[in-house]
Nanobody, 121 residues
Framework: QVQLVESGGGLVQPGGSLRLSCAASGSIFSVYGMGWYRQAPGKERELVATITSSGSTNYADSVKGRFTISIDNAKNTVYLQMNSLKFEDTAVYYC???????????????WGQGTLVTVSS
């Protein structure tokens, strides 16, 4: 009913930047909010940043001041601008979105397939 497609991952050197995108499509009536999570090898998935449709944001302490989350409500797309990347930012980054589905008006939580970010020299 609702799909998320992520893009923008890749290999970057420490101190570099990447921009992740996550586009939602399907039977969307409205968006509660969207966010990014990440999972490093051998670790649990953790929150990176979230944003509501009205623009309220929340960041993990580890990324505050380096990462910026934004949302384009017209495109149902969330972005994560990642600057000053560190080795420890290496992980698979997952997009998450909470939606109200059109016609049924049911709440739906959807995850993307993940995109790999590797910070390496």
């Amino acid at each position: 009913q609702v799909q998320l497609v992520e893009s923008g991952g890749g290999l970057v050197q420490p101190g570099g930047s990447l921009r992740l995108s996550c586009a939602a499509s399907g039977s969307i009536f409205s968006v509660y909010g969207m966010g990014w999570y990440r999972q490093a090898p051998g670790k649990e998935r953790e929150l990176v940043a979230t944003i509501t449709s009205s623009g309220s944001t929340n960041y993990a302490d580890s990324v505050k001041g380096r990462f910026t989350i934004s949302i384009d409500n017209a495109k149902n797309t969330v972005y994560l601008q990642m600057n000053s990347l560190k080795f420890e930012d290496t992980a698979v980054y997952y997009c998450d979105g909470q939606f109200v589905v059109a016609q049924t008006y049911r709440y739906l939580d959807v995850w993307g397939q993940g995109t790999l970010v590797t910070v390496s020299s």
